[in-house]
């Protein structure tokens, strides 16, 4: 006679395999991507911007986390630093995480076109709580302070640290300068080792390389 543990062991199995098989096919990391607004008309001599910081940030002693980066992703793009007062684009960052159960309200529901993502239901425990990092970046022109361009990445991930996702939420936001034909995108993106900070704690990665840019809605 087959034991009455058998059927069972053999389906925790199937579903261990299963789940495994899942996670295997989800490996890599994304950003979802949602733009509005034009950069298009901005030719080389007019690419010049410059970073808003509050007054907070500007007597800061260190750049913040996401400067380099954001600088060395608009240069690979042709866009150059002017802090001469004389900079085409002011642009302004802000930088958030939070954990994915918990709802932000943003003000424009009523605009959402299917990239508005609602909080997610409990997650399966084995695997650790889930997270909502989020970068986005407004394009203002000097002098008149119109917005001529806004894009926002969103990064989904079991890693509470927030500057673990920073790499990735900047390829994404600048993986295409700017974004057009749709509002939503999906950049597909290759994963990056975190390297050794002082004392052993995992230091900030490197740029992540795109593998793909995918329109989600048109």
């Not at 901005?42 to 002693?61: N, V």
């Not at 409990?122 to 203002?140: N, S």
């Not at 996702?165 to 939503?184: D, F």
């Not at 390297?195 to 390389?209: L, S």
Request: hydrophobic share 45%; net charge neutral; charged share 20%.
């Amino acid at each position: 006679m087959i034991p009455m543990e058998f059927p069972v062991k053999v389906l925790m199995t199937i579903c261990t395999l299963s789940m495994l098989g899942a996670l295997a096919g989800c490996a890599g990391a994304s950003a979802d991507v949602r733009a509005s607004g034009d950069l298009s008309a901005t030719d080389a001599a007019a690419a010049t911007y410059q970073l808003a910081r509050t007054p907070a940030q500007a007597d800061a002693a260190e750049p913040l986390p996401y400067e380099r980066l954001l600088g060395e992703g608009l240069a690979q793009r042709g866009f150059q630093e002017n802090t001469s007062g004389k900079a085409r684009y002011l642009v302004s960052a802000s930088w958030a995480s939070r954990p994915a159960d918990v709802t932000v309200a943003t003000g424009d529901a009523a605009n959402c076109t299917g990239g508005c993502v609602p909080s997610e239901g409990p997650a399966f425990p084995w695997f650790g709580k889930r997270y909502v990092h989020t970068l986005t970046l407004r394009f203002f022109t000097l002098p008149d302070g119109h917005e001529a361009y806004k894009v926002s990445a969103e990064k989904r991930d079991r890693n509470a640290d927030a500057q673990q996702a920073l790499p990735y939420l900047v390829a994404g936001a600048l993986a295409r300068l700017p974004y057009a034909g749709a509002p939503q995108w999906r950049v597909k993106l290759k994963e990056v080792a975190p390297a050794a900070g002082q004392a052993g704690a995992p230091a900030m990665p490197a740029m992540p390389d795109v593998i793909s840019v995918t329109p989600l809605a048109r």
